[in-house]
Structure formats: structure tokens, C-alpha cells
């Protein structure tokens, strides 16, 4: 079976990131891909990844530092704005709440956690076990066209499930939106 066989694609799907919001000092979780949160607000953001490789290929600007969301190396409340770009979504579903603690506590009181990804349906066990959405990002900067891959196996995934995480911990949910297979979920600590 060839690798294309085994590609569900969600294709099309636009976002649009606005110039000026997000805060002064933004914590970006999984910084490394594309490094879209970094392109957009630069030396504003610490961008943190597991993966050194990843990070080095993203634009100059923000701070890089290798680092796992599960397990982050600053004290509690030290960032005004916290961001997760399409990165949930490869992160198992089993650590997703320990990330989001990890996020509350790093966030000042009022500060933001803004989380784009993506809707992922229930894996039905067929030749289609890899989960692609294609995106155009629309960046104060410019204009990208990417894909971000993962296995479908354990990963469905919506915007309810990720406002029930971060309700369950203390945040207030305070914007949604859906656009087609991809959300934006604003929470404030
Ligand atoms: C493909 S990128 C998502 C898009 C990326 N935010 C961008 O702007 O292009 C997902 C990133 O999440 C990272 N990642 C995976 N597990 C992680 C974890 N436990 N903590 C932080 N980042 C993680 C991956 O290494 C990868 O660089």
C-alpha cells in the first residue's frame, strides 16, 4: 500500500492571524514546524520544542529552547500570552491535561492561552490511518501553505474536548470559533 493510500487529507483550510494581539511576552507551545507564532510576533515569543532539529528550522526572532509542554522549566506566572499552534494534535491525548496545567500555571492571572488545531473524527479502522490537514495561513507578514501529519490512532479530537479540558482546570473560556475543520479557542487564566 503506497503512503498516499493511507492519507486521510482535510483539505483548504484558511486561518487568519491578526497583527497586535497576543501579549507582550508569549510562550509558544511546539514553536518549531513552521514556526508561525514566531513569524508573526518575533522576539515577543519564547517558542519551545522538544525537537532541536524542528526549531532550527524556523525564522529567526523568537527565543528557541528545547523543552517538552509536559514538563515546563519556568516559574508560575511568567508569560502574558501562551500559544499552541497545531501542536495538541501531536501531542497522546493522555498528556493533553497535564499540558494545560502547565500552561495555567506559567500564565499570569488575566493572561491568555490562545489554541488554533484542528477536528480529528473517530479513527474507523480502515486503510486511512494518517490524519492530514492542509493549511493557508494568512500572517500579518505573508501568506503560508503547509500540512501538519499525525496517525489517526487515539486522536479524535473537537473543540468541545479541548474547551472541557481547559474549563476542568480553571480557565474561562472567552472566544470560539470554528472554520470548517480548524478552531481557535481564546481561554484566560
Ligand atoms: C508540526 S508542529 C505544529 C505547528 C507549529 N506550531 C508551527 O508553527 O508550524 C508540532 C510541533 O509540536 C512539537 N511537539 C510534540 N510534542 C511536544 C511536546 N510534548 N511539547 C512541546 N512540543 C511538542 C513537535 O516537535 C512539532 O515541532
Redesign the pocket.
Same mark, same amino acid.
Given at each position: 500500500m503506497s503512503q498516499d493510500e493511507r492519507i486521510y487529507v482535510v483539505g483548504n483550510q484558511k486561518i487568519i492571524i491578526e497583527e497586535g494581539s497576543a501579549g507582550q511576552r508569549i510562550l509558544? #507551545?511546539?514553536?518549531?514546524?513552521?514556526? #508561525? #507564532?514566531g513569524l508573526c510576533y518575533g522576539n515577543r515569543v519564547i517558542a #519551545?520544542?522538544?525537537?532541536k532539529d524542528?526549531l532550527e528550522e524556523t525564522p529567526e526572532g523568537p527565543l528557541k529552547i528545547v523543552m517538552?509542554?509536559?514538563e515546563l522549566s519556568f516559574l508560575d506566572n511568567s508569560f502574558d500570552a501562551v500559544t499552541s499552534?497545531?501542536?495538541l494534535m =501531536?501531542?497522546n491525548k493522555d498528556?493533553h491535561e497535564k499540558v494545560f496545567k502547565e500552561i495555567y500555571r506559567v500564565l499570569k492571572d488575566n493572561g491568555e492561552f490562545v489554541l488554533w488545531d484542528a477536528t480529528i473524527p473517530e479513527y474507523d479502522g480502515g486503510i486511512k490511518d494518517i490524519f492530514v490537514i492542509q493549511l493557508e495561513i494568512e500572517t500579518p507578514i505573508k501568506v503560508i501553505k503547509?500540512g =501538519?501529519g499525525v496517525s489517526r490512532k487515539d486522536k479524535v479530537q473537537d473543540i468541545e474536548y479541548f474547551t472541557r479540558i481547559g474549563e476542568s482546570i480553571g480557565f474561562n473560556v472567552i472566544k470560539e470559533e470554528v472554520r470548517d475543520k480548524v478552531f481557535k479557542i481564546i481561554f484566560r487564566k
Open positions: 509558544d #507551545i511546539g514553536g518549531g514546524g513552521e514556526g #508561525i #507564532i #519551545i520544542d522538544p525537537r524542528e517538552d509542554a509536559r499552534f497545531f501542536t =501531536y501531542i498528556d503547509t =501538519y
